[in-house]
């Protein structure tokens, strides 16, 4: 695997590559960034990962120097995935001058859910993305439907810009008990890990109580999220709404997702379900 800290060296080896499928990261990767790896073989001759710790997606409260810098160890997952280049640039390569100009995607999308916690997030996120894409010119980008909002914003930021490239989803990762593979697992005490797949779990009830029929998506939600609560978690949100834009089911042919996010401990869990 040969790593790429210049933008003009990672312009050079696509140059030389054919077709090129691009998975971002932030590193500190597992097995659910691997599998995106795997996927993103299936559709192109290079593949190309990137780590790369995003300032500007961290919001007030949110520790951009605590987030976790495991590249020796990315760097050997990344290699046994089989993946050909590692684009890795520091901070002085991305953004050589203050990042003036952003992509702002459509308020409605992004200041629900995630975006009413995080505000300024997505704000962020695109705009690194978009920054990537111009650098690395891939044919395909793989995402984790993990982060279903983060997918849903940059797959409409494709389309809406006409970009040339194909958005591909990749499953999200769940250990054997159902939860979601996340760096975040990691900060949970032994008791916590026990407990945090109940939240897959009210996803789980939420999604066959839909698909049997009831559509009082307002009830299942509350009754979830109080389920959670008498069990000590510090829900933020559980949510079925529409996979296109995220916004509340208005016709029950809508293809439907179940989001939630909530805390156990100190540690916020998010994930999701599609109906």
Not at 85 to 105: I, N, S, T
Not at 141 to 166: C, H, T, Y
Not at 194 to 216: F, K, M, N, Q, S
Request: glycine share 6%; proline share 5%.
């Amino acid at each position: 695997m040969q790593i790429l800290e210049t933008i003009a060296s990672c312009r050079s080896a696509r140059r030389e590559s054919s077709r090129i499928a691009f998975v971002p990261t932030m590193g500190n990767l597992h097995e659910g960034h691997i599998a995106l790896m795997h996927e993103a073989r299936k559709h192109a001759d290079t593949v190309i990962a990137s780590i790369f710790v995003n300032r500007l997606q961290f919001g007030q409260g949110e520790d951009f120097g605590r987030y976790p810098r495991t590249f020796a160890a990315d760097c050997e997952k990344l290699e046994a995935a089989g993946v050909d280049l590692l684009f890795a640039p520091d901070e002085a390569v991305m953004y050589p001058e203050p990042q003036h100009y952003f992509v702002e995607p459509a308020p409605a999308q992004v200041s629900i859910l995630e975006g009413e916690f995080r505000p300024g997030h997505f704000a962020g996120v695109a705009t690194v993305v978009l920054k990537l894409f111009s650098i690395v010119q891939p044919d395909v980008a793989v995402f984790g439907k993990k982060d279903f909002q983060q997918l849903m914003v940059i797959s409409n930021m494709v389309r809406e810009f006409a970009l040339p490239i194909e958005i591909i989803r990749g499953d999200t990762v769940r250990a054997e008990d159902g939860l979601a593979l996340s760096s975040r697992n990691g900060y949970l005490s032994d008791a916590e890990r026990a407990e945090a797949p109940t939240l897959y779990g009210e996803l789980v009830a939420i999604r066959d109580a839909v698909r049997a029929g009831d559509h009082d998506f307002l009830h299942l939600e509350t009754m979830a999220i109080e389920r959670l609560r008498e069990r000590g978690w510090q829900p933020d949100y559980i949510a079925v709404r529409r996979q296109a834009d995220l916004q509340p089911p208005v016709s029950e042919r809508d293809p439907l997702v179940v989001l939630a996010a909530a805390k156990l401990g100190t540690t916020r869990l998010i994930d999701n379900l599609e109906i």
